[in-house]
């Protein structure tokens, strides 16, 4: 691929597209329309630099210093995986011209009338292994608001010969199927097609998608892609069935893998031109097989992340195409978004809900095609039919009683939006050239590139989870110690990779990780630890001082606390150091936390360190920042927003003898 960008990025503007057009106005009123004037006279201009001052001046009354010559709104911005900042104020420079909803480069949607007519297409994964209980969920799901069925099939999923058994309710012309069986791809297709055959439906009707996505199988297992076969397979399909898709370039896995936006996005891009050289290869037009891939990304419970993430895939894929010889007419990427496998969480699943219900919004504004959300309970199992008609019922809600389809482009014009896509634009386009440049996505995935550049993401997503700059509510914030265990029978793991001295070892497998599991493991533990002795671990709190010095602190640490399935108990003593260490020692706890306010630790905390080691305790905390304490105190460790929460929690786990 050439190494130049885009032409027609966004944030660049569109060849042949400038601004709509505006009527001149007529300067008749309407009738009987009054328009009051109102004086607007004594206000200063809103200004940038107006603005900088007023922020300044609210910074400064927080205790943030800043200085005549620096940016206030430094102080407010964030940076996302991919190093793109996030500004708290956007304006008309920082617009973007994005074309058209359904023109080229298709930024704001892939159709004119994006999803008013029809609103998108509601989809429901179902994975179940035994085909007479798929078979059930799948009726119940399309009698109530799912238009379309997203099948895993083979080791992960259902029975390749049970596809039949499974689809046997199904009214294929109605319902489209979009099968998900990794290397069982041709068997799986088969067993479709059977399908559609035994109705009596014609060969030219058949919709949905075979799924064939060699990629994704290479980088879950490690294993090389066999994209020649592959190919062939979906052009003999391709022959009879005119509107079928064959193939999904899906990035899900990076982004299971605990990848960026970027990431994702230069990787589904370079899967599917990886795709469309081998489909023209194997005789497919390039029109054709441009029309034949699907697109499948995650959408996560960062709303604007996915709206921008689903718009820059969509410009990023029509450059491709252009680039390709195609032309004005070339057709939009069709986009599937799931909801982020990664961000579930087994703690506390209900909140699952709720970021499922931000994926879907984001999803549903950012133009996807087809949008699947994924039960609130998939992180234990197979989810029940409460959970999948919550997920169906998620969507009915957005589009019937949000109305959120019957606005197209909601997120058009922007300004955030449009120079946030425009960013993830040349970041994802960057790693798709990354990629085109160690000689395509097989290439990259086999040689353990694209491993080695999630993996790198993954490390500091992992370490930011761990010092809870990115919180998760009901498990590294807010977490419900003694919330009652929802059980589910155990999903299908895919097969694992095959070792052999002819198979080259899956070093370059992508693992999925969760962004809750190191919280989670240590709330395992904690729940081991109350099944074998009857107790959790338990922490003291010693607070010192009246209510309104110590109550901050000792909520904070007994937060944190029960983050790792810990017990705080005490909390409630304010007659200084030689009460918190009688309390201390009659509460049989080890391990002590001093919480008050910096005024008060300057005045009793080394005292009450000393009490408290004195009656027993094995290791003493305290909720504050070293600074806190004067040099030399016997305090062990400290527990402050911004510290290493998880490092924190095992340490006392280890120390408590938790197994």
Known sequence: MPDSGPRSAPGQGTPGQGTAPVAEPSGAEPAGAEFPEFPVTGFPDATRERWR????????????????????????????????????????????????????????????????????????????????????????????????????????GV?????????ADVYLDFAPVVLDAGPEYEAAAGELLRAWRDRGLPDAAVTGGLGIDPLSTAARTGLP?????????????????????????????????????????????AAGTAYLRALTAAGLDLADAARRVEFRFAASADQ?????????????????????????????????AATSAAMATRRDPYVNMLRATLACFGAGVGGADAVTVRPFDSALGLPDGFARRIARNTQALLIEEAHLARVIDPAGGSFYVERLTADLYHAGWAFFQELEGA??????????????????????????????????TGVSEFPHLDEPRIERPAAPADAPAPASAD?????????????????????????????????????????????????????????????????????????????????????????????????????????????????????????????????????????????????????????????
């Not at 899900?252 to 893998?257: F, N, W």
């Not at 491709?320 to 939009?332: H, I, T, Y």
């Not at 509460?587 to 919480?595: V, Y």
């Open 304 to 336: 604007f992340l996915t709206i921008a993430k689903l718009r820059a895939a969509r410009a990023m894929w029509d450059r491709v195409l252009e680039m390709c010889g195609l032309g004005p007419d070339r057709p939009a990427m069709y986009q599937h």
């Open 503 to 659: 198979v080259p070892a899956p070093r370059a497998a992508l693992r999925p990780h969760r962004y809750a599991e190191d919280f989670e493991a240590l709330r395992d533990r904690s729940d081991a630890h109350l099944a074998a002795t009857g107790a959790r671990p338990r922490v003291f709190l010693a607070t010192l001082g009246p209510a309104a010095a110590h109550t901050a602190r000792a909520a904070f640490a007994g937060n944190l606390l029960r983050a790792g399935g810990i017990e705080p108990v005490g909390g409630d003593t304010a007659g200084g150091p030689a009460e918190a260490a009688a309390a201390f020692a009659a509460s049989g706890a080890r391990i002590a936390c001093l919480c008050s306010a910096d005024k008060v630790y300057a005045e009793q905390a080394a005292e009450a360190a000393a009490a408290l080691k004195a009656a027993g305790a094995e290791l003493v905390l305290l909720a504050g920042r070293p600074s806190a304490v004067a040099e030399g105190a016997p305090v062990d460790d400290f527990c402050f927003a911004g510290g290493d929460a998880l490092s924190l929690l095992t340490k006392l786990h280890n120390a408590l003898g938790v197994a």
């Open 225 to 269: 892609a066999d994209l020649d076969t592959a190919a062939r397979a979906a052009a003999h399909h391709a022959l009879r069935h005119p509107r079928l898709r064959l193939v999904t370039a899906d990035a899900t896995p990076y982004h299971d893998a605990g990848g960026s936006e970027a990431q994702e996005l230069g990787a589904a891009v």
């Open 53 to 156: 001052e007023l922020v300044a001046g609210v910074l400064r009354k927080s205790g943030a210093e800043v200085g005549p010559g620096s940016a206030p709104e430094d102080a407010l911005a964030t940076t996302t995986y991919d190093g793109i900042v996030l500004r708290p104020l956007y304006t008309e420079e920082d617009g973007a011209d994005s074309g058209f909803p359904g023109l080229a480069p298709y930024t704001r949607g892939g159709r004119p009338q994006g999803a008013v007519s029809d609103g998108w297409e509601v989809r429901q994964q179902h994975r179940d292994p035994d085909p007479a209980r798929t078979r059930r969920a799948v009726l119940a799901d399309l009698e109530n608001g799912v238009g379309a069925l997203w099948l895993v099939a083979g080791p992960g």
């Open 159 to 167: 029975p390749v010969e049970g596809i039949g058994e499974a689809l």
């Open 439 to 472: 000689g395509g996505m097989a290439e990259a995935l086999a040689a353990g590139l694209v491993a080695e550049r999630v993996e790198e993401v993954w490390r500091r997503r992992r370490d930011a989870v761990a010092h809870r700059r990115d919180p998760i």
